[in-house]
């Protein structure tokens, strides 16, 4: 009764799954996000697209039994891809199964027409979106140098650690990308797909790399203001760090930093720099 008085208590949607706290969203939403607008010299060569993959699934059972309703966060997905967009790209969007994408839509900035124009441009294509298995089968078996892909985005969000971290599809991708030296763009939790290069014994492939990641600090004091109705299920970032992983930042904010291929982001804070990032950098090193 007083966390719903003071406003901490989690809010039960009608499918009995979870959303934050009116405390939480007023502390880690905002109605208008702080993309700057920034121009670029146009992209023209081949390789013109930014394949996206993004989680189709929206629940994620904590400890405790509870349902947080999640996917992708609109803010950290739709932020970079406006930075891409203006620097000449498009965008291919997958998910592991060609359902859906899920978006976190509680975290939606209603009041940012930048982001509003994107997500309705690109809404077709979230609602149908190709399915990953197709994509990585069809690079892994095709010529090296047939393909039209400059980068894989892969957003962050809560719902990014579900189903991801354990597709093998998504290893064979970032496998194909790493012989390719395709760019890796995640932030957040999306990070967590990394962890398919590991499966089945296989070599981690970002072992000794720097990144930004979400701190599973910050995760556990989630619940104590209603953001998350429960503990997480695992921590992403001690995962990250027991495989070798360098985590630069402490905290949930807007570090980004670039190791080799690889361009992250730590939290939702991140998506304008990680997007000015990555658009600047695939222009300077593409053909």
């Not at 013109?48 to 904590?62: I, P, Y």
């Not at 720097?210 to 104590?224: G, I, L, W, Y």
Request: overall charge negative.
């Amino acid at each position: 009764m007083l966390k719903k008085l003071f406003g901490l208590a989690p809010t039960l949607e009608p499918d009995g799954s979870y959303s934050p706290s009116k405390l939480a969203l007023k502390l880690g939403t905002v109605k208008k996000t702080d993309y700057d607008h920034s121009t670029y010299q146009k992209y023209r060569g081949r390789r013109h697209k930014v394949l996206v993959v993004c989680t189709e699934k929206k629940d994620m059972q904590m400890r405790n039994g509870k349902r947080f309703s999640t996917g992708n966060h609109p803010v950290e997905a739709l932020v970079p891809m406006l930075h891409l967009r203006e620097a000449g790209f498009e965008f291919e969007i997958v998910t592991p199964t060609g359902q859906a994408v899920a978006f976190e839509m509680w975290a939606f900035p209603h009041e940012d027409a930048a982001v509003k124009d994107i997500f309705e441009s690109y809404k077709p294509q979230f609602e149908q979106p190709g399915c990953l298995e197709d994509v990585a089968e069809r690079l892994a078996d095709g010529p090296s140098d047939g393909h039209p892909y400059a980068a894989i985005f892969i957003p962050g969000g809560h719902g990014a650690m579900l189903g991801l971290p354990e597709d093998a599809n998504m290893g064979k991708l970032l496998a194909w990308a790493n012989e390719q030296q395709i760019f890796i763009i995640t932030l957040c939790h999306g990070p967590g797909s990394l962890l398919t290069t590991a499966l089945d014994g296989g070599a981690f492939l970002y072992e000794d790399y720097q990144m930004a990641v979400f701190p599973d600090s910050v995760d556990e004091m989630t619940p104590m203001l209603g953001y998350l109705p429960g503990h997480m299920p695992f921590g992403l970032s001690e995962r990250l760090k027991a495989l070798g992983v360098k985590v630069v930042n402490k905290k949930g904010d807007d570090t980004v930093v670039r190791d080799r291929h690889l361009l992250t982001g730590a939290s939702p804070l991140a998506s304008d720099k990680l997007g000015k990032l990555a658009a600047a950098t695939l222009l300077s090193e593409l053909d």
